[in-house]
């Protein structure tokens, strides 16, 4: 089994809302610590709390991806310093153990903390005296012609996000496909696949939704396979505000998290919800709902689809938002924390993201 770096969150759970329940989440923060938290709900009412941490992702943790299959959690480090991905085993209260870390290559191509690269490795990753630490199985570097539009594509491309192609190929050696091309400084930082049966590894109908972190715009792609390569065609590119709007970080389908917009109160920003038409896969613009956090880099549907986590990087916090099931549209606030030290406006510190600890699944909307 090989995996492929990828900083995809996802989320998922179970719970029927008018019962107590609990579920889990985990929250990578820019201190160094990964924190496991207990969302007790009752009805529409509920609380966070913080009920373990761990180090083991070196300083700047982000983008952990949590796997129920194998109850391990990957997480992979922003500032490229020691060991910068590590594997945890998640037990059953949440609690987190260092199974493994790896010290990817580096980038010795531009010299960022976002490197144009993509890494492979093989798994488990291994750890301690006996066992060396896993060293990649491919890498792959981004080049770009020349410099972008926007400022912060003046030394090239920068991956954020990779998704993996749904069909595909059993070998987890990557092979090169022919680019798509996104309008320039589009700046794509997340995508997620959707189906209009619900089945993300059938070619039929399937679209890719990227969320364009430098245009603040969404945009769909249509998904056709043949000779062992995805092809990739543009078919629509919509703002993240409404009309008259401006800046959009993440995406979890049908949600943007707009960082910085301050659409409400002081320093609360705002989250974009779509529609997709199941027909035709067109994104449509619905409204724009307090994320409950300021900063907002992550946000996170569960799998029964009834609450959104997001996680708010200079508040340092994570608000759970009820959703509603068949509308997707979002409801009150049912739950928020402040988690570990708050960021400082605009700079890398504060929380970095948010994820459900269940199964992965695919957000619908009617
Ligand atoms: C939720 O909390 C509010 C305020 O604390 C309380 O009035 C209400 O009864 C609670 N509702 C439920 C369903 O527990
Ligand atoms: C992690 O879990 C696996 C079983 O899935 C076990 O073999 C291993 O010893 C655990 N690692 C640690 C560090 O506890
Ligand atoms: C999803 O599609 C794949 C590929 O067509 C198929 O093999 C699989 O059985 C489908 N899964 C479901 C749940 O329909
Ligand atoms: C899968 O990848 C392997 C290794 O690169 C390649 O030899 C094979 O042709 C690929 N298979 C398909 C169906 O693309
Ligand atoms: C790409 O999408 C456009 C707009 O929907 C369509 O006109 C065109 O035929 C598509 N091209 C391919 C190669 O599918
Ligand atoms: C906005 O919030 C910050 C931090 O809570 C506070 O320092 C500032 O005074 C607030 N500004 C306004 C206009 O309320």
Avoid at 82 to 103: F, H
Avoid at 270 to 287: C, R
Wanted: charged content about 10%; hydrophobic content about 35%.
């Amino acid at each position: 089994m090989s995996l492929i770096m990828r900083t995809l969150f996802a989320g998922f759970a179970l719970l029927p809302t008018a019962l107590a329940a609990t579920s889990m989440l985990l929250a990578s923060h820019f201190s160094g610590a990964i924190f496991s938290l207990a969302l007790n709900t009752q009805g529409s009412n509920g609380t966070l709390a913080i009920t373990s941490a761990a180090g083991g992702c070196s300083s700047t943790p982000t983008w952990p991806r949590y796997y129920a299959d194998t109850k391990k959690l990957y997480c992979w480090d922003e500032s490229w310093q020691g060991y910068s991905m590590a594997e945890y085993n998640v037990s059953t209260d949440g609690t987190l153990t260092v199974n493994g870390q790896a010290t990817p290559p580096g980038n010795d191509v531009h010299g960022l903390l976002t490197p144009s690269t993509l890494t492979t490795y093989a798994l488990p990753l291994k750890a301690g005296p006996d066992r060396p630490f896993t060293t990649p199985l491919q890498m792959e570097t981004f080049y770009m012609a020349g410099p972008g539009p926007n400022e912060r594509q003046h030394n090239g491309p920068h991956r954020t996000k990779l998704s993996l192609i749904p069909l595909g190929n059993s070998s987890s050696q990557l092979n090169a496909c022919p680019d798509a091309q996104t309008a320039p400084g589009d700046g794509p930082r997340h995508g997620e696949f959707w189906s209009p049966k619900g089945n993300t590894t059938s070619p039929d109908g399937l679209k890719l939704y990227t969320v364009n972190e430098l245009g603040n715009s969404a945009s769909s792609w249509s998904v056709t396979y043949g000779a062992g390569c995805a092809s990739l065609n543009k078919t629509q590119t919509i703002s993240t505000f409404a009309a008259g709007k401006v800046p959009a970080a993440t995406m979890q389908l049908p949600l943007a998290a707009n960082r910085n917009d301050k659409l409400f109160e002081n320093e609360t920003d705002s989250l974009a919800t779509y529609s997709i038409d199941p027909t035709t896969g067109t994104v449509t613009w619905v409204e724009a709902t307090s994320a409950h956090a300021f900063y907002p880099r992550s946000s996170s549907v569960n799998k029964a689809g009834a609450m959104v986590a997001v996680g708010g990087q200079t508040s340092s916090s994570v608000a759970i938002v009820a959703r509603d099931t068949i509308t997707g549209n979002l409801g009150s606030l049912i739950a928020s924390l402040q988690i570990g030290a708050q960021g400082t406006y605009t700079n890398e510190d504060g929380l970095s993201s948010v994820v459900w600890v269940e199964k992965v699944s695919i957000v619908r909307q009617v």
